[in-house]
C-alpha cells in the first residue's frame, strides 16, 4: 500500500527462543531474567486476531508505550530493562526487522487480574449500566448518557483469559481474594492514580482517555511493577476532545474504527476474522499515528 509502511505480521528471530505469540506481541527469551517483547502490526478485534495487518502499528505502540512508560515511572516501577536491542540481537539482518518496536523487560511474575479504570461511561460499562445502573457492581447515579464522563474514575478489574476467551469482569472482592488486601489496594490506587495523571495530561493534547488497562507483575522482593503496554489506543479508549459529544459513542483514535466496521458485517465474531478493505486498513494506521503525534510531540 502506498504511503504506508512495510507491515510486519510475524516477527522471525531465530537467535532466540519464541516464548508465546499472542495477539499482537511475540515475545521471546533472552536470558533467565529477561525477556524481548516484539509488537507487531497484527490486530485483533472481538478477541479474533485478524488477517491483516496495520502497517506501522507496532512502532506506534511501542513509542507510545514507552513515553508513558517514561512519564509514569515517578508512580510506580516499570518493566524495561537497560540492555540494548543491538546487544540481544547482534546480527543487523535479524534486528532491523523488529527495530522501533521492540523493549527488553525484566521477568517478572504477573498478577492473573487486569487493572482497567474508566473515567467516561463507554463499551460494555454503557451496556452494563443500561442493564444494572452499575458497572461492575459499583452503583451509579441514574440519568447517565452515553459517553458522559463519571463522576470520579471507577476500577473496574477483571480476570486475564486464554487468547479467544473473553475476560470476566470481577468485584473489587474478588480481586482481594486473588491479590490479598495489600496489594489489590496497591493496584487499584496506583491504576487510578497513573490514569487521572495521564488523562490530564491528554485532555491538554485534544484526547480524552475514556478508559483504559494496565497491566502489573512482581519482582523478586514482591514489588508492584507496570507491564506490558501503558495507554495505548489498542489498550484505551481514546477519543478526539474537539468532537466529543455526550449520547453518542465519539470516534475514536482506536481500533474501535475497525469493531465498528466489522460490526457492518454478516461475521459470527469468531476464528477466522474477515479481510479488511484497503481504506479500513489506511484509515486505522492513520489514527494510531495521530494519537501518537497527539501524545508525544
Known amino acids: 500500500m502506498k504511503n504506508l509502511p512495510a507491515a510486519l505480521y510475524k516477527s522471525e528471530i531465530k537467535s532466540l527462543p519464541l516464548i508465546n505469540s499472542g495477539k499482537v506481541r511475540d515475545i521471546y527469551a533472552v536470558d533467565g531474567d529477561h525477556m524481548l517483547i516484539v509488537t507487531t502490526d497484527r490486530i485483533s478485534a472481538f478477541d479474533v486476531i485478524l488477517p491483516d495487518p496495520i502497517p506501522g502499528k507496532g512502532r506506534v505502540l511501542t513509542a507510545v508505550s514507552n513515553f508513558w512508560f517514561n512519564r509514569t515511572r515517578h508512580i ?3 518493566h524495561l530493562s537497560t540492555l540494548s536491542l543491538e546487544g540481544v540481537i547482534p546480527d543487523a ?3 532491523t526487522p523488529v527495530e522501533g518496536r521492540s523493549v527488553i523487560v525484566r521477568k517478572l511474575k504477573p498478577l492473573p487480574v487486569e487493572a482497567i479504570v474508566r473515567g467516561y461511561i463507554s463499551g460494555s460499562g454503557w451496556k452494563e449500566y443500561q442493564n444494572t445502573g452499575s458497572i461492575s457492581g459499583i452503583k451509579l447515579p441514574a440519568g447517565l448518557r452515553q459517553a458522559e464522563k463519571l463522576p470520579e474514575p471507577l476500577f473496574t478489574p477483571s480476570t486475564k483469559a486464554e487468547l479467544g476467551v473473553h475476560d470476566e469482569n470481577i468485584s473489587f472482592e474478588k480481586t482481594v481474594a486473588l491479590l490479598g488486601k495489600g496489594l489489590a489496594e ?3 490506587d496506583v491504576s487510578l492514580k497513573i490514569y487521572q495523571e495521564s488523562a490530564d495530561y491528554a485532555r491538554n493534547r485534544g484526547i480524552i482517555i475514556a478508559d483504559t488497562k494496565f497491566e502489573f507483575g512482581t519482582d523478586e522482593k514482591g514489588n508492584l511493577v507496570l507491564i506490558d503496554e501503558v495507554l495505548t489506543p489498542d489498550s484505551s479508549r481514546f477519543w478526539p476532545a474537539d468532537s ?14 475497525v469493531r465498528d466496521y466489522l460490526e457492518t458485517l454478516d461475521w459470527d465474531k469468531t476464528s477466522p476474522g474477515p479481510e479488511l478493505p484497503d481504506d479500513v ?11 501518537q503525534d497527539r501524545l508525544t510531540r
Open 244 to 257: 466529543y459529544q455526550i449520547g453518542i459513542s465519539p470516534p475514536s483514535f482506536d481500533k474501535q474504527y
Open 93 to 95: 539482518r535479524e534486528r
Open 281 to 291: 486498513i489506511r484509515n486505522t494506521a492513520a489514527k494510531y499515528r495521530e494519537a
Open 76 to 78: 510506580v516501577p516499570n
Open 186 to 188: 496497591k493496584v487499584r
